[in-house]
């Protein structure tokens, strides 16, 4: 079982929510992940020459989702009670993207991947021509 702190479960579950927002569930689920984020960073986050930045909070914005994912490891890693609002978060998350026979699909490309077709979805058939 994949801890879900980890980097990979986090990422996994914030690009699942930003993908959901098509439906009112789903952004009701991104709603309340980016209120999550808000209460941990404020309105945004400090940089290092004192500035206050944005917190990355556009689901349509691959990078973005990456980089919030990034932000809530790390204060999930370093605060136990963040921790443990973000796996509340979570928990009540996955139902808005997890199908009525509760099976999920999660599709994730990261790092450097060299990605020619990519097919993305749930019970595809593929057939050559």
Known sequence: MVDPLSLEAITTAVTAAAGSVGTEAG????????????????????????????????????????????????????????????????????AVYTSVDNSTVVNSVSGEARVRTLYQGRDITVRPH
């Open 27 to 94: 952004r009701q689920a991104w709603g309340s992940l980016a209120d999550l984020a808000r209460r941990a960073f404020g309105r945004g986050r400090q940089e290092a020459d004192g500035a206050a930045a944005a917190l990355p909070l556009d689901p349509a914005s691959g990078p973005q989702n990456q980089a919030l994912a990034a932000l809530l490891f790390g204060r999930a890693f370093q605060d136990e009670a963040f921790a443990a609002e973000y796996r509340r978060w979570e928990e009540s998350a996955r």
